[in-house]
């Protein structure tokens, strides 16, 4: 494990990609600026065009003469605003002090990190992409540790001393990130999504649950350079996936263990130009490919079938996104489509008129081949799903979500069961409903998956 020196004595390098930043930038900056541990903040600079390389540009040299300069003009707050959402589903939550102060311009910013001892580096990349942007930043780092940070979001001035005190008390830990806080244009949706991650703090829960979603924010962390640049080599600009689920998949692949500080040091901006919305590899479909991509890779050799749960189209898209992964990597596996959900849920608790019961009182399993049937009863066949030949048609039925579908015959073939469901109690109902058998069938690998 990484020897942590004391945080007077440390140095950390701090890499930010940076395209179109504006008019966010100046306030990221200015927070690692203003942090009590010596940093050195490396920004790479992707070919913005709005106003970022030039504002940069001027930071460089005012960092780099130590000469007072006129400050550039005062921005007027309304230059933070971006396009808001009507929706009630979606409410303004602002960072403390940004609405009130003025903007941080390039001279005050440098005065604050010549004071405090930072450096600055400013690198370009003209245009290709966050990974190329951030692996430039790490190849040119100094430090034995590398923290994140993006050029829209925001932190805490005391962030990185208590990430090293983190890894001090816990020297089993590989690397360490924290709890993060949302604001801007902020969903319920990633709320509740930000609530879930920061209750995963110990290393193996964010591990466990790599497949559900991103179990913590990348840029959050502090992690040893060595790990970055020479365990993963660096970041990958993948087409079909997003970076920070990539790193993460890899991460557990190379069995870092990466524990959470359960403070939320790190501010998560949220706005409707923020590539999570934007960017088309940010897509749950883009999602779910990357996940059964190093689902597969997972698969111990005597794992003989895979039973995905789940309904819908989300049942529908991991068995293509799985399909497609087997067939690229030539592994002969039996892939078993369990059309599970609880039934007789109602608002208020109140019992159906049919059978009755409360939450979870009943559930039903369908095979592929109970799916198929029905979708040729829609009209013009319009389920959204193209209609496949099966060689086996297998019928199993649950009446009871504590019931599971009768056990295979005894073999030493392990069974993976992938447990694809939004929302984390449905996916312990279908868990308890699949391991109420016990036998052969059901001791084997079980994975959360969204």
Partial sequence: MLSVQPAEHMMISVIMPCRNGMPFLPWAVDDLASSSVALEVLICDDGSRDGSTEWLETLQSRVENQVSAPTTPERSHAALETPTSDSPWVRQEPWIGEDSNPVPNPEEIAQK????????????????????????????????????????DRGEADRFEKLLDAMKEH????????????????????????????????PEELMQNRFVEIPALHQSGLYPRSLLLETLNGYRDLPGWPIDIDTWMRLAEAGARIGKVPQQLYGWRQHTLQSTRNHGRCGLDRLRNCKAHFLSRTLPPQVRRVEIWSTGRTLHGWKEALQCQLAEKDQKLELALFNWQPKGRSRGGAQRKEGGGGAAANATVKTEAEMEAESEQNVNGNSGYPKEDREEEMFVEVTQASSPPPPLPESEDLVVRVFAYGSHKVRDMARSSSAAGGGSRWGCRDWPAA
């Fill in 171 to 202: 020297p089993d830990w590989t690397a360490v990130c924290s709890q993060v806080r949302i604001f801007g244009t902020v969903s319920e949706g990633m709320n509740t999504y930000v609530n879930w991650q920061n209750g995963l703090l110990q």
């Fill in 113 to 152: 990190m010549r004071s405090r001892g930072h450096r600055f580096v400013l690198l370009k990349s003209d245009g290709r992409g966050q990974g190329a942007a951030q692996n430039a930043c790490l190849q040119a780092s100094s430090s034995s540790l590398i923290g994140l940070m993006d050029a829209d």
